[in-house]
Structures are given as C-alpha cells and as structure tokens.
C-alpha cells in the first residue's frame, strides 16, 4: 500500500514536472535580432499583407481602419476570444513595448510577462516571417493613432482558460505548422509562399484544423469549416471556408491572372463578388503591389491540389 | 379582341401561379430561391462582359460594354424584393447548400436597402462612361466591386 502511493506519487511529480518543462515559454533574446532601423514602407505593405486592422480595428470603424483599439468578438468552440487593442497607447495598447517583445509576441506567441498567446492570434504563421520584416512593422505600428479602448478578457471554457497548457499546444503543433515547400521555386513562388503562410496566414482560415485547434498540414488550404461560429441559439456555422488549391473541388479552374484579379478586383472568374470575411481579407491585399499579388497567385498554383474532403 | 388578351393574361397568370405553387411543393421556397439566384447570375453575365475588358481577356468594345453596364443599371433598378421571402434563409430546414443568405438579411433590412441604392449608384456612374474607353471601365468595377460587397459581406456566407 505504501509503496503504490509511493508510485503514484512519483507519477504525479513526474507528470507535473514533464508538464512544467514541456509548456515553458521560450522567448527570443535580444542577441538574436539584427541591429537594423525600421523601413516603414516596408513595414506598412507587411501591414496589409497580414491584414492586422481586420482584427485589430474597432468593430464596424470603417473610416477609422488605421486605429488599431482591439475589441472584436471571434466565437469558437472554445469560447470567445477578444483581439486586443494593439495600438500605440502606452497603456491601453503595446506602446511600451520593445522591437524583441513585439517580435516574441509575433514569433513566439509570447507576451512581454512570458505568457503564452491563444493561437486565435495567428503566430504560428507569423513565426515565418523575417525579423527585417517584423522590425519594420513594428516601427509602422508605432506611428498610427493611439487608443485608450480596454478590452475585456477572453471568455473561454475550462480547460482551455488554462493559459499554461497552450506550452504543450506549441510544443506539439508550432514546428510543424504547415508551410508548403514547392520543388525548384523561382523566385516569384518563394515570394508568393512567405507572403501566404507568413503575413498572409492564409491557412488560418483555409487549412482545416484539429480537435484542439492545430493546422493539419496534409490538407493544407483544402477548405475547412468556418472556426468562427455564428452567435445565437442555434449556433450554426457561418459556412465554408473555399479550398483554395488547385484541385477541381478548389480553384484549379483559376488561372494566375484569376488569381490575381480577384484578390485586386474583388471579382472571381465568374465575376461573383467575394463575401463574408475574405471582403477584407481581398481589400488588404488590393493595397500590396501587383508584383506581390501576382506571386500569391504563382504559389498557389504550384501548392499540392487536394479535394476537400480528403481524409 | 380586347377580351381575348385578357382572357389570354389571366390564364397564364393562373398557370404561372399553379407552377409557382408546384415549385414551392418540391423544396421550400425554391421558386424565389432560383429566381434570385437568376437574377444574381444575370449580374454575373454582363459583369463578365465588362470584366472580360477590364481584365485583358477581351477586347474592348465601346458598344458591348455600354450595352452590358446599362443591362447592370436596369438590373440594379428591378424591384427584387418578393425575391426574398422571410424564412428562406440558410438556417431554415432543407435550405443549407441550397441558399448561402444569411437570417441577418431579414433583420438589417434599412441596410439592405441603403446599400442597393449605393449599388445602383456605381453603376449609374459606370454607365455613364463605359462607352468612353477601357480606362473608364477599369477605374469604375473597384466602385461596382464595392456595391456587390456591400451585401455580400454581411449578409451571405461563405460557400466551396
């Protein structure tokens, strides 16, 4: 009797401890970054290419689209999440924070006190982008209009308001995020992947994911159920979200300059407006130039073609 | 003769009003399902004429584009309205993948109104030009982009 209470005991502390190490966070130290002054050019087109305002703006603040004061709702299955005011407001946003805090938050989903983000913020896919890249949204971020606006806490159901356990969600699905490496890329492809699985996130939405909430990187853009959920009593989803590869399920009927057109236009091939979500998502990308457009569209084209059902 | 037409009128109304009743037996509110889908797809027409040019599919014609951007206005113009009876959303029985409208449409109804009337504007203001030349064409489907999105971004859901 003594010596299996000695054993589950053990087990417990064992457990724990495996826990304990496995969820730890792992910032990124000043020493990794390059010592370089934000190009806020730069910074700006990454701004649109990661269509931060989409979130980020007040909800409904059409003219006010640069005023990042957080607030909008996303209703999941694991509860509400609320994006937060990421504004350079010394207090009310992230005007206090460094260039290594904003990147650790952007690479590691990270905040400056070491927490761990909810992956509803899409670091695992801005953890592709460069540190150039971040620096010089950073320096961007830091000249729009400041806003007081106080976001109220995500809403969210046990166990997933245990911010710790998201350490095992990282070390289980960050480094095998999905990021579709085509044979022998040119250079417009390889322009075309980092913008979509970088900044764009593109697969936030259009890669199904897991019970707890993980890209499934063998179905990768194939089409996925909406995560969002509509609010009311029924629940009911707000639809599909496309397979965007150039499966016939998907948009293998597009051509690149389809591609291209729609996310400029806002048009697809049959001249069907785009609707829902992607309305934004298209007018962000609409402010890139078209030799960036033009590259989304090349990598989409050489990206696996899947059917949307595909196991 | 004057009795002939009328007669004539009244038994095709009677008839058109026995098929509606027959459509509506087989799905619920197919008949107004497909006929706004139609009068969606005669959007999508004329829009392709117009696009075609715009995109450098085709070549541009002074005739054709004005032809299809007057058809957009006339469209724009139809009262639509019997199209979209209340119930015939998404969420009501048998209707998932048969319609993508969502139940937000019945109750934003002033904002329904306001953007087609913002609809209708653009193309007023593309009809005006679009026999003046390609540029004319291409600077005016961002505004045209616009009124179709004002709808279908609040209002219809995401579809494969």
């Known amino acids: ?311 | 003769m004057k009795k002939l037409v009328i007669l004539t009128l009244a038994g095709a109304a009677l008839g058109a009003t026995t098929l509606a009743t027959f459509a509506q037996d087989e799905a619920p509110f197919q008949n107004q399902i497909e006929a706004r889908q139609s009068f969606m797809h005669i959007y999508r027409f004329n829009l392709g004429q117009l696009g075609a040019m715009a995109k450098g599919e085709a070549p541009y014609d002074a005739a054709e584009a004005s032809a299809a951007a007057t058809n957009l206005l006339a469209a724009s113009k139809m009262n639509n309205r019997a199209m979209w009876p209340a119930g015939s959303d998404m969420s009501a029985d048998g209707l998932e993948g048969v319609t993508w409208a969502k139940p937000e449409l019945w109750s934003n109804m002033s904002e329904v109104g306001e953007k087609s009337r913002e609809l209708t504007a653009a193309l007023v203001a593309m009809a005006a030009v679009a026999g003046d030349g390609l540029g004319a064409v291409q600077s005016n489907m961002g505004a045209v982009a616009d009124g179709c999105k004002g709808c279908h971004e609040p209002f219809r859901a995401s579809k494969d």
């Open chain 1, 1 to 311: 009797m003594k010596r299996t209470l000695i054993v589950v005991f053990g087990f417990a502390i064992a457990g724990t401890g495996i826990f304990y190490v496995l969820s730890m966070p792992d910032p990124l130290t000043a020493d990794q970054l390059p010592a370089v002054s934000a190009d806020l050019a730069n910074g700006e087109l990454m701004f649109w290419a990661g269509g931060c305002r989409s979130c980020h703006a007040a909800p409904g603040a059409e003219d006010n689209e640069l005023t990042l004061s957080g607030g909008m709702e996303l209703p999941t299955p694991f509860g509400t999440f609320r994006s937060p005011n990421i504004s350079p407001d010394p207090d009310a946003g992230i005007g206090r924070w460094s260039t290594l805090e904003f990147i650790n938050a952007m690479v590691r989903g990270l905040s400056p006190q070491l927490e761990h983000y909810y992956p509803a913020f899409p670091y695992p896919h801005y953890q592709n982008m460069t540190f150039g890249d971040l620096i010089d949204l950073k320096g961007y971020l830091d000249t729009l209009p400041g806003s007081s606006n106080r976001v109220a806490e995500h809403a969210l159901a046990f166990p997933y308001s245990l911010r710790r356990g998201i350490g095992l969600w990282k070390w289980r699905y960050l480094s095998r995020n999905a990021v579709v490496q085509t044979s022998a890329p040119s250079a417009e492809v390889e322009r075309g992947r980092y913008l979509v699985n970088g900044a764009g996130h593109c697969g936030a939405c259009h890669t199904p994911r897991d019970e707890y909430g993980g890209d499934m990187p063998d179905r990768f853009l194939s089409g996925a159920e909406a995560i969002e959920i509509a609010e009311g009593p029924d629940g009911q989803s707000v639809g599909r979200i496309p397979n965007i590869t150039p499966h016939p399920d998907g948009i293998g009927a597009w051509s690149e300059k389809d591609i291209e057109y729609s996310l400029e236009s806002g048009f697809d091939p049959d001249f069907d407006s785009f609707g829902g979500t992607m309305v934004e998502v298209q007018e962000n990308m609409a402010r890139l130039p078209a030799a960036d457009r033009a590259a989304i569209a090349a990598y989409l084209k050489s990206i696996p073609a899947l059917p949307s059902d595909s196991p």
